[in-house]
């Protein structure tokens, strides 16, 4: 899949054609940022950890 950006914008973020991206949906809208294979395996693990203790962290923050 593709995405195209504007100009001005690509350049701020510094993304070239071609450009490997990893986009993360949040609750305020969609993360770009530069793709990481460590930050891609980190947010899974991330993920994994949240499943396992989705009840710890739930009282947690109460």
Do not use: C, Q, W
């Amino acid at each position: 899949m593709s995405a195209t950006l504007p100009k001005d914008m690509a350049d701020r973020l510094r993304f070239e054609a071609g450009d490997r991206v990893l986009a993360i949906e949040t609750d305020r809208g969609i993360l770009l940022t530069h793709y990481a294979e460590e930050t891609e395996r980190a947010l899974k693990v991330a993920a994994r950890v949240a499943k396992k203790h989705r009840h710890a962290l739930r009282e947690l923050a109460r």
